[in-house]
């Protein structure tokens, strides 16, 4: 005889949209206020009192949920390697792409949380680090050319998270106030020279 198993209290208590809300909040209030490798899955779940493999489910990873819980843009990847290609620019276009990516997400309310985050933890603060280098910048660097191409994307990202750093979260002026058009034009050209990329000049604007 066939027996059926009850399953009624491992799904979602509430709505998707609530449900992921739940874990999203969750996160946010555990990984501020502890090291990334000390939350597990089962406490973020618990937390947001639904079923741990929900997290895999709606996040992929408890890395995914932490870069959306800390609100880094969804695909920050994919923008950046569009702006890349493309001719001559290329500089220019990641460091807008970026920006607007930064404006029309949570980032900058919550870049401080995140900051207090990863650099308080050493451990939190080598999970970043690690995803930050193989989601984005080994794989860019294999599409740099030349002598020492890791160094050289890593010191365009230095040129774009500084930029990033300055305008949005110190307000700084200038840099704050300028519309965001001219810093990437200005940046665009570091970028270009570290990259090896072809700036744009007068007949490509």
Known sequence: ????????????????????????????????????????????????????????????????????????PADPIKVIFDAFEGGPGAGERIMLAVMNLWESSEATSNFRMFISTTVASQATFEVFVAWLNEALLTPLSKRVEGPDALLRTQLAFSQVMGTVVTRYVYGSDPMASEPKEKIAQVVGKHIDALLGTTPRGPEDR
């Open 1 to 72: 005889m066939l027996t059926v198993q009850d399953d009624s209290n491992r799904g979602p208590r509430g709505a998707r949209g609530e449900v992921r809300d739940r874990l999203l909040e969750s996160a946010k209030s555990l990984f501020s206020t502890q090291d990334f490798q000390a939350t597990t899955v089962r406490e973020i779940a618990q937390h947001a009192d639904c079923d741990p493999g929900l997290i895999s489910y709606y996040f992929g990873s408890k890395i995914g949920l932490f870069r959306e819980a800390m609100s880094l």
